[in-house]
């Protein structure tokens, strides 16, 4: 009983954890030792800060804390130096020990010497240098352990509950500090911490051990353990990302100090008693802590996720701002007590987390290695460059505490620049994350680089026959003399492709001749070389052009010929010179007449030359012979008919063009003919759309061929279409919609027409993710039953299979329709992301996401990715996104009302051999609506009955 009441309690108290928190099976036990790990931290620095601040305040007084904050800068360089040393030669862990046991050793040291009174005064300069790096040290050190303890996907979900622990330790050190100074002196205190610090070296061992050794995979332990490949501030210039980050740490640091300044003058200025002012340091900074603690818990999660995480990071500048302006009004202990508030308790709340989720996108071996170099030393650079701006205005020029507030004022504005940037920079490094499997040989060159020419060289001597060919299709139009040797060596290579496109780069070097080892080119014996050829030939030796054609119009090789006769066609419109002397129509006329009277022995090449010649050079006066290659006995020759009607674009031809779809031989160049006769081919292609009678082959190839058409009737079309046509057809009418978006982007899409097939999709997709859920249930329940149909059996996971392709189609539909708001490719890398089996790369794909949507779309298609990538689907994450689990008959009215015969046909054969005979009018209701399914689901039943 007693075991039953503490398994009860324990699954309520993580009903609580999971329902308040969203923390997850498998999680508690990380997310416990992490908090109380950064607990104990933060309760140590905030016992060890209001300590050493009113120890060297009473010792010193105010104006040497500008002093103060220079040396801790010149210090933190050093312990850099030293710290990014050890990270080349031990692990985080090893790192994270020797911090703690040597901080505690020189903590005790430091309370002895207090104590016993030995060089007070360098002794509380170099303490207080110490409590400041190490606070700052601690931290980072803290953040880069949790960013191996959790990927990015639960950081986003737990950070914030762990975040609450960093401010109770600060609640807890702060008021400790206040109730036990006065009472066992401020220099006893020391102690204190010194205990908190010890407890965290078995945390961290034990965290270590249970999920960085046994459990995380070897890819989490190297990232560990990684060295040092490049130093850290190399990495941070490479990269916009890391600069704009380290500038907001930075500025934020100089106005941390000046606020810091103005709070400890006007408090040391009217409370003169040491232990009073170690109290009053300790109560306020707990008053600070319980308000950033509130803020943690109720706001900070809706805010960062209503907002997302570049804006979120306007609130901690924004609250420093009103603070300001109040100390400039009235700088007295109230409004001293507002600035630092407003610092610090947004600053470990909202900013906080803002912060740490702004690092997500930078991969975590680069985080290593830059994170604790931007907390530790920017941090203290730019606590040394806020002294030197105190002493230059509260020395150098006198200016009092209220005056200051214009210097705050201006690092403010920088602040918001800053962050304006960044929250470009944040989207753009996850597109670059999401693009990391992208093939580096799309890439353009850039042509002014020097070693970018030797490699492009290098490639065209010595690269593969594809590398080959990609390279010179990019340096088509771009003329560099450099490349001109290798060029002239390709021109007889033995590809045909990489001859043809060696052509049209040398086509655009004028200065350059190599008319006579082109002309060999003629004797090619590809089609489209030879043509290129006399391309090339007609535009480098224009004077040649007449004794040229007479060399070879009248070829005894009767190709040579038929190429010399096409580029006749194409030269003859614009040279004066060759229409004199050559009659093409007479050409062409005695070539059909031999055609006709079959007089060659290969009519099929004569017969694909008169289409081009008359389709290029229109003309018009053939146009019958023209209409009978369209329908020629041979293939080759109608494609090369259909593929020419480019060149006359006549309106007449466009009924024939579209019969030609629906034969698979033809329907590829009949496709690319269509969508260039584009808006003018709209009203045949979208009556034959409609038509019913039409096959899904030819809807198909309309389907694209509307999505190269880059008009709005075009669209309409489309939207129309995807109204109307059935589940299948729907994902590539969304395709070609993509399409039309991302190489059109002048034309408009009505976003409430997309909206509302949105939430459709949503609906759908919420109502597969539950059926999933409830069949796999059910199969296992069945399975486990040794009385169970084998047949019910198969034909439930069947169902369950088709359930769970139809989710992944769903969720690319999903996609697919935001493609119509936000960038298409981006989307489109997104769902890749999420379906990679990678988890990296399905976290970055949530995260892009997250910032990328507006509020309404976020709230709705962030469940169902979450959903999508859980590992295991349960009835407490269904319970978390409020999802209610139907009944089996609930279930499979669903699935029947849905639009895909596959999935309805699985269902329906599910529901016979589970004989629920209560649905069996909703089937005889698909078979009379849909004659084609009734036929299907009349063969399923007699198989069953079978």
Not at 883 to 893: A, G, S
Request: aromatic share 10%; net charge neutral; proline share 2%.
């Amino acid at each position: 009983m007693i075991n039953l009441d503490k398994s009860v309690l324990e699954k309520s108290f993580k009903n609580v954890l999971s329902t308040s928190f969203d923390i997850r099976e498998g999680e508690y036990t990380r997310t416990f030792f992490m908090t109380f790990y950064i607990f104990l931290i933060i309760s140590a620095n905030l016992i060890l800060k209001p300590t050493v601040i009113s120890l060297f305040l009473s010792e010193f007084g105010i104006e040497q804390l500008p002093i103060a904050f220079i040396f801790v800068a010149v210090f933190a360089a050093g312990v850099i130096t030293f710290y990014s040393y050890s990270l080349t030669v031990a692990s985080i862990k090893v790192i994270i020990k020797r911090t703690l046991f040597y901080s505690n050793i020189s903590f005790l040291l430091f309370w002895i010497l207090l104590e016993i009174n030995f060089l007070s005064g360098w002794v509380l300069y170099l303490f207080y240098i110490w409590v400041a790096v190490f606070s700052v040290l601690s931290a980072s050190q803290f953040w880069i352990f949790a960013n191996l303890i959790f990927n990015s996907r639960e950081a986003k979900r737990l950070f914030g509950i762990i975040g609450a622990g960093a401010i109770g330790g600060g609640i807890f050190g702060g008021y400790l500090t206040s109730i036990l100074a006065e009472l066992i002196g401020s220099e006893n205190l020391i102690l204190i911490s010194v205990f908190l610090l010890s407890l965290c070296i078995p945390i961290v061992n034990f965290l270590w051990k249970e999920n960085l050794v046994h459990f995380q995979s070897n890819i989490k332990q190297k990232k560990a353990t990684r060295l040092f490949e490049s130093h850290p501030i190399k990495l941070i210039q490479s990269s916009k990302h890391l600069t704009y980050l380290a500038l907001i740490v930075g500025v934020s640091v100089i106005v941390a100090r000046l606020v810091e300044f103005q709070f400890s003058a006007v408090a040391s200025r009217e409370i003169l008693n040491e232990d009073e002012l170690t109290s009053f340091f300790g109560f306020w900074f707990s008053n600070m802590n319980i308000i950033s603690l509130l803020i943690q818990l109720f706001l900070t999660r809706r805010i960062v996720g209503m907002f997302g995480v570049g804006t979120s990071l306007f609130f901690l500048p924004a609250g420093i701002f009103i603070g300001t302006f109040a100390i400039f009004i009235s700088p007295h202990l109230w409004a001293a007590i507002l600035i630092r508030l407003s610092d610090g308790s947004l600053k470990q709340s909202i900013n906080k987390s803002g912060m740490e989720l702004l690092a997500l996108p930078v991969p975590a071996e680069i985080k290593n290695q830059t994170k604790s170099y931007i907390d530790i030393f920017v941090d203290s650079i730019a606590t040394g460059i806020g002294g030197f701006i105190l002493i230059i205005l509260s020395s150098g020029f006198d200016i009092s505490i209220r005056y200051i507030s214009f210097g705050t004022l201006i690092l403010l504005l920088i602040w918001f620049y800053i962050i304006i940037q960044v929250k470009k920079e944040y989207l753009n490094s996850f597109k670059i994350k999401l693009e990391q499997n992208k093939n580096h040989s799309q890439k353009s060159f850039d042509i002014s680089n020097e070693s970018v020419i030797g490699g492009i060289i290098k490639i065209l001597q010595n690269g593969s026959d594809k590398q080959i060919l990609h390279t010179l299709k990019t340096i088509r139009e771009i003329q560099n003399d450099a490349f001109l040797p290798a060029l002239e060596k390709l021109i007889n290579h033995p590809i045909s492709e990489i001859q043809l496109e060696t052509l049209r780069n040398l086509y655009f070097y004028k200065s350059h001749s190599y008319n006579s080892e082109i002309e060999n080119l003629i004797n090619d014996p590809n089609e489209e070389v030879r043509e290129e050829a006399f391309h090339y030939l007609f535009e480098h030796a224009p004077q040649d052009s007449i004794e040229l054609m007479e060399k070879y119009i009248f070829h005894e090789d009767k190709k040579i010929a038929n190429s010399a006769l096409v580029s006749l066609a194409i030269e003859i419109k614009d040279n004066i010179y060759l229409k004199e002397k050559f009659n093409l129509d007479q050409l062409v006329h005695e070539k059909l007449e031999n055609i006709k009277q079959k007089k060659y022995a290969d009519s099929e090449d004569e017969k694909i030359t008169i289409a081009k010649v008359i389709a290029i050079a229109n003309l018009h006066s053939y146009l019958n012979d023209f209409k009978d290659l369209l329908n020629d006995e041979f293939t080759t020759v109608v494609n090369t008919s259909i593929s020419s009607l480019s060149y006359l674009l006549l309106p007449e031809f466009i009924p024939l063009l579209i019969n030609k779809l629906e034969n698979s031989e033809t329907s590829k160049c009949a496709i690319n003919s269509l969508k260039i006769y584009g808006e003018s081919a709209l009203v045949e292609l979208e009556n034959k759309l409609l038509r019913a009678a039409t096959n899904k082959q030819t809807k198909l190839n309309i389907i694209e061929i509307l999505g190269g058409i880059g008009s709005r009737n075009s669209v309409n079309i489309l939207f129309d279409a995807l109204e109307r046509e059935d589940y299948n057809l729907q994902k590539e009418i969304l395709k070609s919609l993509n399409s039309l978006k991302q190489n059109y982007p002048q034309l408009k899409f009505d976003w409430d027409r997309v909206l509302n097939k949105l939430y459709n999709e949503i609906k759908l997709e919420l109502e597969i993710i539950t059926s999933i859920y409830l069949q796999t249930q059910i199969e296992i329940e069945e399975s486990n039953d040794n009385k169970t149909d084998k047949a019910l059996l198969l034909a439930r996971k069947s169902l369950i299979t088709i359930l769970e392709s139809r989710l992944d189609v769903g969720l690319e539909r999903i996609f697919r329709l935001l493609g119509l708001k936000y960038p298409p490719q981006d989307m489109i890398k997104i769902y890749n992301s999420i379906q990679s089996s990678k988890e990296e790369m399905r976290a970055n794909a949530v995260d892009f996401l997250d910032n990328l949507l507006e509020m309404n779309l976020k709230k709705m298609i962030l469940p169902i990715v979450e959903l999508k990538i859980s590992e295991k689907l349960s009835a407490e994450i269904l319970k978390q996104y409020k999802l209610k689990i139907p009944d089996e008959t609930e279930c499979f009215e669903d699935l029947l009302n849905s639009n895909d015969n596959k999935l309805i046909l699985a269902a329906i054969k599910v529901i016979v051999l589970s004989k629920m005979y209560q649905l069996l009018p909703k089937i005889k209701m698909l078979k009379e609506n849909d004659s084609d399914l009734g036929s299907a689901i009349d063969k399923i039943i007699l198989e069953l009955k079978d």
